[in-house]
């Protein structure tokens, strides 16, 4: 990556985000931490402004949950800048239990996916001015377990940790997919990775007692952010992959997702589904 560069991280507070923006920062780009928390994303900006000697690094805040924050974001973003070269679709939660977004969708689904969806969206007329452009968005191997059932999207029947983690993973590349068919042709891609088992805090337990005693056992027998971020950072710089759209990677190489991540109608349904989602007030009746 150059000066020229303008690179969108979010979730770039702590573990992979962090790394990522970090790496990239590291370039020469400029790179905007998209956070929630403004104090945690301050100590991330001034972590990395020490360790990379970079000035081009900035801090935005964006709240993923609410559709209002992800708008005031784009808005703000596309009032500074009037380039942007590679999205990272990075943040991601786990909740232990069911959660309501702000606009009335099951939290996981509504920050995994409906946030990015969103953001995605709105900084696409951008993103194809800027061509050649990147959206990479990180997905998990937790996919193969995911079913997106559009009779009970709020997940009101039943609800359990990781089925809805695997669903919005499974929407983040059923999203990729769709996003690659829709910008063919235009010099933007779309690929989504897993970056493998990672100790990061992004359960939103991660304050409370017992939720930081899970994160300190995960952190010694998992992949470290740095190399989890290797696949992110690898899809936003590579020249190989400069053409390269609607991939899922893992180690740096596409692989094969589950079926029903390849399923071509589900991917178009859930595009559809999801723009009704972000443009009404009030949440959609499945």
Known sequence: ???????????????IGKATAHALAATGARVVLACRSIARGQAALEEILSATGSERVELMQLDLS??????SFARDFLSRYDRLSCL????????????????????QFAVNHLGHFLLTRELLPLLEASAPSRVISVSSGAHKIGRVDFDDMNLERRYTIFGA???????NILFTRELARRTAGSGVTA?????????????VDRDTQAGSRIMRALSLVMATPEKGAETSIY??????????SGEYFVKKRPRKPASRALDDTCARLLWDWSERAVDSAVPDAH
């Open 191 to 203: 690929n989504c990775l897993h970056p493998g088992g990672v100790g990061t805090n992004m359960g």
């Open 88 to 107: 990272i679709n990075n943040a991601g939660v786990i909740l232990r239990e069911r959660q309501l977004s702000e606009d009335g969708y099951e939290m």
């Open 235 to 244: 899809l936003a710089r590579a020249p190989e992959v400069a053409t390269v």
């Open 66 to 71: 609410s559709f209002a924050s992800v708008r």
């Open 1 to 15: 990556m150059t000066s020229h560069d303008v690179v969108i991280v979010t979730g770039a507070n702590s573990g």
């Open 165 to 171: 983690y695997a669903r919005s993973k499974l929407a």
